[in-house]
T-cell receptor, first 116, second 113 residues
Framework: DTGVSQDPRHKITKRGQNVTFRCDPI?????LYWYRQTLGQGPEFLTY????????KSRLLSDRFSAERPKGSFSTLEIQRTEQGDSAMYLC??????????????FGPGTRLTVT | ELKVEQNPLFLSMQEGKNYTIYCNYS?????LYWYRQDPGKSLESLFV?????AVKQEGRLMASLDTKARLSTLHITAAVHDLSATYFC?????????????FGTGTLLAVQP
């Protein structure tokens, strides 16, 4: 399967612990996005990479959140000192975008985080 | 800042009937997307609409875009149970530089036999 993959699919953690999620985009896609979705809501943008450069971060992304895409391929999203309000589905998406013409974003299956 | 609103939020339909989901957005957006999400699953891309007057159709779903009215519609023809899902529209913000998606709150569609 050559779609976007995410790992783990589910994560249960205790408040205060750190968690890290991984996203592997479609191989030729240079753009990678992280979104967060809470129950009954649409996804909200968190951050965006073009190749290895993190070009935009949402105000939703507090200093407890950090994302990397070290070689312009896979990406990781780390949450430090988790809080119950971090419980959500974390979605990764990728797209192929020459400058000025990004089109469809393809979403991975998501990582569902539950903070107890 | 782009804001996207969908209505209705919940739609219960009988099989065989037609209905339309509306998506209004607040500022100019280069592109408008429709996605489908099944319970507990990720988002499946349905349509990308790039220009005023664009119309795309796939099976029983047809999407259109009116950039002057800042309105997109998703029309469902002769609904079947398999179409039951949550449908999201999203606008692309940031132009070619970012194209982050700003989503509406979704329309939960339930097709009753």
């Amino acid at each position: 399967d050559t779609g976007v993959s995410q790992d783990p699919r589910h994560k249960i953690t205790k408040r205060g612990q750190n968690v890290t999620f991984r996203c592997d985009p479609i191989s030729e896609h240079n753009r990678l996005y992280w979104y967060r979705q809470t129950l009954g809501q649409g996804p909200e943008f968190l951050t965006y990479f073009q190749n290895e450069a993190q070009l935009e971060k949402s105000r939703l992304l507090s200093d407890r959140f950090s994302a990397e895409r070290p070689k312009g391929s896979f990406s990781t999203l780390e949450i430090q000192r988790t809080e119950q309000g971090d419980s959500a589905m974390y979605l990764c998406a990728s797209s192929l975008g020459p400058a000025g013409n990004p089109l469809e974003q393809y979403f991975g299956p998501g990582t569902r985080l539950t903070v107890t | 800042e782009l804001k996207v609103e969908q209505n209705p939020l919940f739609l219960s339909m009988q099989e065989g009937k037609n209905y339309t989901i509306y998506c209004n957005y607040s500022t100019t957006s280069d592109r408008l997307y429709w996605y489908r999400q099944d319970p507990g699953k990720s988002l499946e891309s349905l349509f990308v609409l790039l220009s005023n007057g664009a119309v795309k159709q796939e099976g029983r779903l047809m999407a259109s875009l009116d950039t002057k009215a800042r309105l997109s519609t998703l029309h469902i023809t002769a609904a079947v149970h398999d179409l039951s899902a949550t449908y999201f529209c999203a606008g692309g913000e940031g132009g070619g530089a970012t194209n982050k998606l700003i989503f509406g709150t979704g329309t939960l569609l339930a097709v009753q036999p």
